[in-house]
């Protein structure tokens, strides 16, 4: 039985930062790329940032880059998003993913930005930003 657990969301004011972790267990960890997605009260949920499965490659979304960042430990078998400079457009709630072919390459970058391609998911953990 596949199970995604993510952890560190919380309450913070904007300017700060939050360390979330994903803790998988169940599947072949190392095989699979990780990815981070987020929902806002009234809106679909986004992608924010995956890792390929040697952590090798990584995708941002536009909004995040530059201040969040994706990092894996496989011999743990867990994921981490840390994310600085928090907005209070940042606040939502966050699932980690997990998939075994979700790889888009375009050119010569590749894009993990397909959430029906995921077909692992955590329940999530709520991350509020206040002003």
């Known amino acids: 039985q596949v199970e995604l657990v993510e952890s560190g969301g919380g309450l913070v004011q904007a300017g700060d930062s939050l360390r979330l972790s994903c803790a998988a267990s169940?599947?072949?960890?190392?095989?699979?790329?990780m990815g981070w997605f987020r929902q806002a009260p009234g809106k679909e949920r986004e992608f924010v940032a995956a890792?390929?499965?040697?952590?090798?490659?990584?995708d941002y979304a536009n909004s995040v880059k530059g201040r969040f960042a994706i990092s894996r430990d496989n011999a743990k078998a867990t994921v981490y998003l840390q994310m600085n400079s928090l907005k209070p457009e940042d606040t939502a709630v966050y699932y980690c993913?997990?998939?075994?072919?979700?790889?888009?390459?375009?050119?010569?970058?590749?894009?993990?930005?397909?959430?029906?391609?995921?077909?692992?998911w955590g329940q999530g953990t709520q991350v509020t930003v206040s002003s």
């Open positions: 993913a997990s998939c075994a072919s979700c790889a888009l390459t375009y050119g010569s970058r590749t894009y993990y930005y397909r959430e029906s391609l995921y077909d692992y």
């Open positions: 890792i390929s499965w040697g952590g090798g490659s990584t």
């Open positions: 169940g599947h072949t960890f190392s095989s699979r790329a």
